[in-house]
T-cell receptor, first 114, second 112 residues
Framework: GAGVSQTPSNKVTEKGKYVELRCDPISGHTALYWYRQSLGQGPEFLIYFQGTGAADDSGLPNDRFFAVRPEGSVSTLKIQRTERGDSAVYLC????????????FGQGTRLTVV | KQEVTQIPAALSVPEGENLVLNCSFTDSAIYNLQWFRQDPGKGLTSLLLIQSSQREQTSGRLNASLDKSSGRSTLYIAASQPGDSATYLCAVSYDSWGKLQFGAGTQVVVTP
């Protein structure tokens, strides 16, 4: 595709529900990153994929958060038993190689937990 | 703890003035540094990427300097325009794999 696509753009869910956020990276990009941005803050790293495998998941806040990238392209961030504190904009980025190249960001999914 | 700080948090200037945005980082062992622009409700757009071995990068009206030893970078935007109004984010990477650590950003308003 022309850019990184994230769906949905907005998601409102009730506390305790399960949500999935999808990221379609730029075609051919092997590296994929998820970040979370709270209001007035910079994005915080969650997880990085190189191909199908999670090379670094040190930013996932707890075991309610999980992400997959089964075929090395599309990725899904999954959040179980959502809490109001999970409300934020979830950003996805991809890059052609993991070294020395810039990452291209999607427009984000705004998650609101009520 | 590795931290990235951006000062000021907000800035308002009249059109035509030059903008100076500051970024500091506590751990100087960076791999590279990037400046991004974020418009309200939008994702991030990369403006400039500076490798740790470089001192500056330029693109059009934008110039970014890097002083790795003092842990600082400055983004200069010449002859500001109302279209430059946005939040500018600085991010550092401490490894070659692209994981970024961001500052909180500087919100810029350029008034006509």
């Amino acid at each position: 595709g022309a850019g990184v696509s994230q769906t949905p753009s907005n998601k409102v869910t009730e506390k305790g529900k399960y949500v999935e956020l999808r990221c379609d990276p730029i075609s051919g990009h092997t590296a994929l990153y998820w970040y979370r941005q709270s209001l007035g803050q910079g994005p915080e790293f969650l997880i990085y994929f190189q191909g199908t495998g999670a090379a670094d998941d040190s930013g996932l806040p707890n075991d309610r958060f999980f992400a997959v990238r089964p075929e090395g392209s599309v990725s899904t961030l999954k959040i179980q038993r959502t809490e109001r504190g999970d409300s934020a904009v979830y950003l996805c980025a991809s890059s052609a190689y993991s070294k020395d190249t810039e990452a291209f960001f999607g427009q984000g999914t705004r998650l609101t937990v009520v | 703890k590795q931290e990235v700080t951006q000062i000021p948090a907000a800035l308002s200037v009249p059109e035509g003035e030059n903008l100076v945005l500051n970024c500091s980082f506590t751990d100087s062992a960076i791999y590279n540094l990037q400046w991004f622009r974020q418009d309200p409700g939008k994702g991030l757009t990369s403006l400039l990427l500076i490798q740790s071995s470089q001192r500056e990068q330029t693109s059009g009206r934008l110039n970014a300097s890097l002083d790795k030893s003092s842990g600082r970078s400055t983004l200069y935007i010449a002859a500001s325009q109302p279209g430059d109004s946005a939040t500018y984010l600085c991010a550092v990477s401490y490894d070659s794999w692209g994981k970024l650590q961001f500052g909180a950003g500087t919100q810029v308003v350029v008034t006509p």
